[in-house]
């Protein structure tokens, strides 16, 4: 009877695991046909197909049941989180990211620290007020963490990184950030003791929150630095491309466990993992492993996500938890909507005041955030996805969220906003941004970084300043140089004398940190840990310059 009942729970397990696979395909499919309609996109796609297929499970359970799959916290950390997380980092413009690295750390890491202590005081003034039950202090600081986590991939999907590189940076980095610094946080809280609450408290939250943050970073650092190590001396590619692409893989997702094992944030480490991985060991393997990591790193991320928010959509028709907040429907309605005002103010508290530190220390325009990026990046920071889907079940599910009316309403409540922001503010993203920013328009490129001289055709643009770049690196001459002496011809003199090249111009209105690390990071770490120009051809790589020109770009 036991093998009976055994046999039928695996057969059970494997059909369920059939049909969730069979709906990724579908959302992939439908994503890929609705390609050219820009208000709709994967997770939008995902969700609809979860509500839907969720609805059709109540029907055929008699109404006992929304899920194929039962969520699991450690599915989500463990195994759909590190490679999201890792191809952010793997994939990001990091000359965008580093020269705009202090707005970015002061949108992601002050602005979320702002918008947490406006959502958590705010919920626990008035959720007291309307008598939730079952809520504690430690309760109304974790409400805060997770509707100050953002998710920016709706936005990200309209923005073009080639138009608005500046304002592209300025999202993607902030929400990553926003993301590390949320789940750091979070993580802080959960470590302290808060039903004795003293006035070093708050010290001791803030030096936990450094303490994580920065060993976090420098774990991520180091395991990205030994892969590029590793790879650069012993050659894999000699014998075989598949080595190269496990080692990689193997070492990325190394980082992330390590840093669960030291109870570190594996988020921060396995981002700056991704980061150094892209910088020194991307370019120290053959092209095929080149080709193979980046589309791999890509293919899990999409899955990934897709899979989140495809279980989101079912999970929001969860019957066992609607039962418990059947019984005062007006109460969980209005408090999604409170969360979702109080995470509007948290975001504006933010976004606004610390654009308007932002440009009282800059003085060039094109350093300054205007008042429509700001309403962008805003608005960009509305929408909420996996990281407070994850977070909310973390804190509210540990002892059972069906079992208090106040943890039941939580839960509903965090998926409601999820949905409604994610399809509402998701569909509104375009029409927004197309009415602030025409897309023909080219917003600022020069403040993001060099600008690729505009030459008049197509290949010359492709090709010209590549062959340029690959053949002066191997020479010995930094890439900035090269692209002076680009734009220096391009802009040619004029009437009254040379002209001052843009990019000295750019340079020279930003800091010099960048100039120094370039120099040290030429003289010492490229040399050590490889890089581009740095890294001698492997046994059996085609060594022709017309064939290392058409290498995939770096990430």
């Known amino acids: 009877m036991l093998d009976l009942l055994k046999l039928q729970t695996e057969y059970a397990g494997v059909v369920s695991i059939n049909l969730f696979v069979t709906l990724l395909c579908a959302c992939i499919v439908i994503g890929h046909l609705l390609e050219e309609n820009r208000w709709m996109n994967e997770s939008i796609t995902a969700i609809a197909i979860g509500l839907c297929t969720g609805f059709v499970i109540l029907l055929t359970t008699g109404g006992t049941s929304s899920h194929l799959l039962m969520f699991s916290e450690d599915l989500f950390f463990i195994y759909l989180l590190p490679p999201i997380i890792f191809n952010a980092g793997f994939q990001v413009k990091k000359k965008h990211f580093f020269r705009n690295f202090v707005k970015i750390m002061l949108f992601g890491a002050v602005g979320t620290f702002l918008s947490f202590a406006i959502v958590s005081f705010g919920a626990a003034q008035i959720f007291k007020k309307m008598d939730i039950g079952g809520l504690e202090l430690g309760d109304y600081l974790a409400i805060g963490t997770i509707f100050s986590a953002t998710d920016s991939v709706c936005t990200l999907q309209v923005l073009n990184q080639n138009e608005t590189p500046f304002l592209y940076s300025l999202v993607f980095g902030e929400g990553v950030v926003n993301d590390a610094t949320s789940v750091v946080l979070f993580n802080a809280i959960q470590s302290f003791d808060l039903s004795h609450i003293s006035s070093t408290t708050a010290l001791q939250l803030l030096g936990n929150f450094l303490y994580l ?30 080595r190269e692409v496990a ?42 492993s080149r080709i193979t990591t980046k589309h791999t790193f890509a293919t899990m991320s999409f899955i990934a996500e897709i899979f989140i928010f495809l279980y989101v959509g079912m999970d929001a028709l969860d019957i066992e938890r609607w039962k418990v907040v059947s019984t ?15 995470a509007g103010v948290g975001r504006a508290a933010s976004v606004f005041p610390l654009s308007f530190l932002n440009n009282l220390t800059k003085k060039a325009p094109e350093d300054k955030i205007n008042i429509k990026q700001q309403v962008i990046i805003w608005w960009a920071g509305l929408i909420r996805g996996a990281v407070s889907v994850a977070l909310a079940y973390k804190q509210f599910a540990r002892e059972g969220y069906n079992q208090t009316q106040g943890t039941a309403i939580m839960i509903t409540s965090t998926i409601s906003v999820v949905l409604f922001t994610t399809v509402v503010f998701g569909l509104l993203t375009k029409p927004l941004i197309i009415l602030l920013i025409p897309q023909k328009k080219l917003a600022r490129n020069l403040s993001s970084g060099p600008t690729t001289p505009n030459f008049k055709t197509p290949e010359s643009t492709l090709t010209f300043p590549l062959l340029v770049n690959e053949q002066n690196l191997e020479s010995g001459q930094t890439e900035a140089g090269t692209q002076n002496v680009l734009i220096d011809q391009m802009e040619g003199e004029s009437q009254n004398g040379p002209r001052q090249p843009r990019l000295d111009r750019q340079l020279s209105a930003t800091s010099t940190v960048h100039h120094y690390w370039r120099k040290y990071d030429d003289s010492f770490m490229r040399p050590m840990f490889g890089g581009r120009g740095f890294t001698q051809p492997v046994a059996g790589e085609p060594i022709d310059p017309s064939v290392t020109v058409r290498r995939p770009e770096s990430p």
């Open 247 to 288: 080692i990689m893989i193997l070492m990325a997702y190394l980082s992330y466990m390590m840093a669960e094992l030291f109870e570190l944030s594996a988020i921060l480490t396995v981002f700056f993992c991704g980061i150094v991985m892209s910088h020194y060991t991307w370019h120290n393997v053959t092209d095929n």
């Open 213 to 242: 943050f920065i060993i976090s970073t420098l774990l991520g650092v180091f395991a990205g630095l030994l892969s590029a190590y590793i790879i650069k001396k012993l050659y894999f590619g000699r014998h075989s491309t598949d």
């Open 328 to 342: 005062s429907p007006g109460k969980s309605i209005g408090v999604s909507a409170i969360l979702l005002g109080l």
